[in-house]
């Protein structure tokens, strides 16, 4: 399979690139950056310190995407809209990772979806697709009596809050109790807030060091508490999932799917 890789010079692209090769059933087709990148000319596969692959670094989408399988996206809303709509056009897998992306994007990308095989989650890890799985279980069971809580970690350099991680065991949450999370949530708390709304989901969010991610679901109920807990040590483990998913949706009907669906959940 065939696969391009947004933001090849990236930390995240580089990790997506050692991955592909790693991948027998996967090989790097094309790699992208902005226009204007130092990376530009330069083989993916040696900056990602796998040796020469002999695809250099480019900042053309539609010509990369022409001879493609399916492209890796975890970049910035604005570029994921775009490769969406390219990804339509040529009816290939677009697999995405990318946070932040608002209401209007997400509707252009369940647009997209009508055309291309689109494989979308806030994380792509097999420990944090299980977490959700149960946290949507334990919502369920668990009456309204019993507060949920989503605390989340992560390194200074990351610029959207709550993670796409967070708002996905979020919505696993709310599913479970059968609810939206757009009428639940509670992203910030400052001042005099008053008691807490029962049924309510909050998000806290912390901020520092090198943190690849830590995430704590927590149910708080009277005189006994239980936490579900994920750390992410190794950004790997997001780009081996990403591989894994776009080799899951290649020959799939077109449509918007999750990694729920690529393991089997």
Not at 42 to 56: F, Q
Not at 70 to 91: H, K, M
Not at 169 to 190: I, M, Q
Request: aromatic share 2%.
């Amino acid at each position: 399979m065939r696969l391009v890789v947004v933001g090849a010079a990236g930390r995240m692209g580089q990790m997506l690139v050692k991955a592909i090769a790693a991948n027998e059933g996967a090989t790097l087709g094309a790699a992208l950056e902005r226009p204007g990148s130092p990376a530009l000319g330069r083989d993916a596969g040696e900056l990602a310190g796998v040796g020469a692959l002999g695809v250099k670094i480019a900042d053309d989408p539609l010509h990369a995407l022409l001879d493609a399988d399916g492209v890796i996206d975890f970049s910035t809303p604005a570029v994921t809209v775009e490769i969406a709509a390219l990804a339509a056009q040529a009816r290939i897998v677009h697999v995405i990772g990318t946070t932040g992306l608002s209401a209007d994007d997400l509707q252009k990308l369940d647009a997209a979806a009508r055309h291309a095989t689109i494989v979308r989650s806030g994380n792509m890890s097999l420990g944090v697709n299980l977490l959700a799985g149960l946290v949507k279980k334990v919502a369920a069971t668990l009456g309204a009596d019993w507060d949920i809580e989503i605390l989340e970690m992560h390194h200074r350099m990351k610029v959207d809050a709550p993670s796409g991680t967070a708002l996905l065991l979020g919505e696993a949450a709310a599913t479970g109790r059968e609810v939206a999370l757009s009428d639940v949530s509670v992203r910030e708390r400052n001042g005099h807030t008053g008691a807490r709304k029962a049924g309510d989901i909050g998000f806290a969010t912390l901020r520092g060091g090198t943190v690849v991610g830590d995430h704590s679901v927590i149910f708080a109920g009277a005189g006994e508490r239980l936490e579900l807990v994920h750390r992410a040590e190794d950004r790997g483990i997001f780009a081996i999932g990403a591989v894994r998913a776009a080799l899951w949706g290649h020959g799939k009907t077109p449509g918007m799917y999750s990694m729920a669906d690529v393991l089997g959940l």
